[in-house]
């Protein structure tokens, strides 16, 4: 179970100076979908608009998520649609972020659950972060920790991001543990767009990823996946 996926958490608010509401949007177009040592789909349109609004020294946050499967194997993932509250702020030399998300897979019997989350970043060389979750219909919960350094060229902004973490699932099947990174670049559109791309590699200690899908199920699985996007975002 999860939250908003790590790519859209970008363009979610972190607390500044900015008009009192503020919405924003992105959509990403991606070969697969990574998140947390696992696949949770093949070739997707994912999508995510929301608002925020400025309260006391933070933000607060409300956003919805909508991750479809494309292409001719799409019935071998999930359709997933969240409802995600939120807020976050700037301290001194970190910013901080908590959510709740109500996670929902349309036209699945699967259960809706609930999902909390909480990250935070430091004011440091490339950049740390510590990301954990606990979903408390399943039990599950992990801890993710991830760095890496940006620059610019042009008129592009570049990163490259190294990931390590691992999930406990609440079923008491093994502990899920993986490493990998991730490589972007993101130019801007004016004052309030930007468009982007990026690859993803990763690799976890499970066969958590679909290696071959024939007839809309997945018949043969591996250790490691490779998800290739890009996406635009804005505000307004």
Do not use: K
């Not at 970008?10 to 979908?33: D, M, N, W």
């Not at 608002?51 to 607060?60: L, Q």
């Amino acid at each position: 179970m999860r939250a908003i996926g790590p790519a859209l958490l970008a363009v979610l608010p972190v607390a500044e100076a900015a008009a009192e509401v503020e919405y924003f949007s992105e959509a990403i177009v991606s070969s697969s979908v990574i998140d947390r040592g696992e696949q949770i789909g093949g070739p997707s349109l994912q999508v995510a608009v929301g608002a925020d609004w400025v309260i006391g020294p933070g933000e607060v946050y409300g956003a919805l998520y909508r991750l479809t499967p494309l292409g001719q194997d799409q019935e071998a993932f999930a359709d997933e649609f969240d409802y995600t509250l939120g807020y976050a702020w700037d301290g001194e030399g970190y910013a901080a972020d908590i959510s709740a998300s109500w996670l929902t897979y349309p036209g699945l019997a699967d259960e809706p659950s609930l999902e909390l989350a909480g990250e935070i970043g430091l004011d440091a060389p490339l950049g740390p972060t510590i990301a954990a979750f606990y979903d408390t219909e399943f039990e599950d919960y992990g801890l993710e920790v991830t760095a890496g350094p940006e620059w610019d060229v042009g008129n592009w902004s570049s990163y490259m991001i190294a990931r390590a973490g691992f999930v406990e699932p609440g079923d008491g099947s093994d502990t899920r543990t993986y490493g990998g990174f991730e490589i972007g670049a993101v130019r801007p559109v004016g004052e309030t767009a930007e468009f982007g791309g990026y690859a993803r590699m990763e690799f976890a200690n499970q066969d958590s990823f679909a290696d071959t899908v024939e007839g809309g199920n997945i018949v043969d699985v591996t250790d490691s996946g490779l998800a290739v996007g890009a996406f635009v975002a804005a505000t307004f």
